[in-house]
Nanobody
Framework: QVQLVESGGGSVQAGGSLRLSCTIS????????INWFRQAPGKQREFVAA????????YYADAVKGRFTISKDKPEKTVRLQMNSLKVEDTAVYYC????????????WGQGTQVTVSA
């Protein structure tokens, strides 16, 4: 049984930074990808970033390229999302999941962490 726990959310002013963490307990195989998604109030969940567990490939949504960085800490089984130059439109609940591909919404999910960016 896999569990994912997100942490690191909070409130910040526009232009600020936050670092989210997704800590995974349970099996992680070479085929797995850890995705970050977000969902703003009244909007559909959208893909943010992904990292393949067994190699260095990472993926980003256009909206966050150049501002967000995804990284892995394999011994800690943690995937982090460094978010810089935050914008008001980045406000959302951020979720991580363990899936079989980047941007895949199937698989196991965490409970989410709230990020609020104020002007």
């Amino acid at each position: 049984q896999v569990q994912l726990v997100e942490s690191g959310g909070g409130s910040v002013q526009a232009g600020g930074s936050l670092r989210l963490s997704c800590t995974i307990s349970g099996p992680l195989y070479s085929s797995h990808v850890i995705n970050w998604f977000r969902q703003a109030p009244g909007k559909q969940r959208e893909f943010v970033a992904a990292a393949r567990w067994n190699d260095a490939r990472v993926y980003y949504a256009d909206a966050v390229k150049g501002r967000f960085t995804i990284s892995k800490d394999k011994p800690e089984k943690t995937v982090r999302l460094q978010m810089n130059s935050l914008k008001v439109e980045d406000t959302a609940v951020y979720y991580c999941n363990r899936a079989s591909g980047p941007g895949y919404e199937s698989g196991s999910w965490g409970q989410g962490t709230q990020v609020t960016v104020s002007a």
